[in-house]
């Protein structure tokens, strides 16, 4: 009954909706990697992929007219060209499918943890397991070609040991050669080290695709912006005598065909943006080497400029969706009297 109905709260609001505009998002992609992908074996996940992402936006679409919420605009049909060209090779969809995964595990797991209807819990529950499934599949058939870039090997600890000393967290030291990298620093830096790699093949394709000098110029500089920080991270590998992960066989084909509109190249550029700041967020928490974290710290900065001055363009554009708010109150009470 209506009077018994419970009301949404803010957080599930928020997840709800950018939980739509993420599948939207994701769905013109998605339609032109099936309509371009070649490998019989890497075409089941993708297709896996857009399945997940179609069930998503019916079940959210019937949600929010049942509850009498507006439909976000999102993206549809129209923001993508399935005539277009090739743009990327089989293992670069598949990489980017294994990449997206990891990132829907965290951001799903975050979005059960605000809400507190049984329905809504129930579906996000439903989302996580959907994308384990959707990244050990990936993961598999990524093991299976040779294109998984595993993180880098250590030797076993002979022993448990304890800090005993405070310089363990000091590495800015210009007299004083920091300590090793321990597990977690060397873990998070590969991971973004990898993360901006597939940063900046998709920037590049994003540069050749576009049409408009801002959004080229805009692209390129992301580009740039992926490239420097994989050099930033890798040294830190690299003078710990670790390598930094070496990209597998995925790469951007050489087409200026564009197969999607430019808003929504921007929102996932924005997107990734959002991600790199959160995963160099978790990096420095988890990190305990100070010049580790100063650089998280520097290169964050560096990414929440990027995503900025992309917000100004989709602004400028009218491209970008308003999430929704609470009332203005002032705004209210000066109509009221």
């Known amino acids: 009954m209506e009077e018994n109905k419970v009301h949404l709260t803010s957080g599930e609001m928020a997840v709800l909706w950018t939980g739509y505009q993420n599948d939207s998002m994701s769905l013109p992609l998605l339609d032109y990697f099936v309509k371009t992908v070649e490998d019989i074996e890497i075409k089941p996940v993708i297709e896996f992929a857009r399945q997940l992402s179609d069930g998503h936006i019916k079940f959210l679409t019937d949600f929010f007219q049942n509850e009498k919420f507006p439909i976000p605009r999102g993206f549809s049909s129209n923001d993508v060209n399935l005539n277009a060209q090739k743009l990327y090779t089989d293992t670069f969809m598949l990489e980017f499918i294994m990449q997206m995964a990891k990132s829907g595990l965290v951001a799903y797991g975050s979005s059960l943890g605000m809400c507190a209807r049984k329905d809504i819990r129930a579906y996000f529950i ?20 040779g294109t998984y870039l595993r993180r880098p090997f250590l030797d076993l600890p002979a022993e448990t040991d304890m800090i005993d000393d ?8 210009p007299l004083k050669k920091p300590r090793p990298l321990n597990a977690i620093e060397i873990a998070h830096l590969s991971f973004n080290v990898e993360t901006n790699m597939m940063g900046t093949m998709l920037a590049l394709s994003f540069s050749q695709a576009a049409k408009s000098k801002e959004i080229i110029s805009y692209m390129e500089r992301g580009r740039d912006i992926s490239k420097k920080h994989v050099k930033v991270l890798s040294a ?10 070496n990209s597998a066989d995925y790469a951007v084909k050489g087409t200026d065909e564009s197969p999607f509109s430019e808003r929504l190249m921007m929102q996932l550029m924005a997107f990734l943006s ?11 928490s988890a990190s305990q080497r100070s010049d580790l974290i100063l650089n998280y710290e520097r290169l964050s900065l560096e990414i929440a400029q990027f995503a900025k001055d992309g917000a100004d363009i989709m602004i400028n554009q009218k491209w ?18």
Do not use: H, M, W
Not at 126 to 145: M, N, S, W
Not at 236 to 245: C, E, G, S, V
């Open 320 to 337: 970008l969706e308003q999430p929704p708010g609470s009332p203005n109150r002032k705004a209210l009470a000066r109509r009221q009297s």
């Open 166 to 173: 405070k310089s363990y967290l000091s590495g800015l030291n």
């Open 236 to 245: 830190k590998l690299l003078d710990n005598d670790i390598q930094a992960p």
């Open 274 to 284: 959002t991600l790199g700041s959160g995963n160099y967020a978790a990096a420095a």
């Open 126 to 145: 439903k989302c996580i397991d959907q994308t384990v499934e959707l990244f050990e599949k990936a993961t598999d058939i990524a093991l299976e070609k």
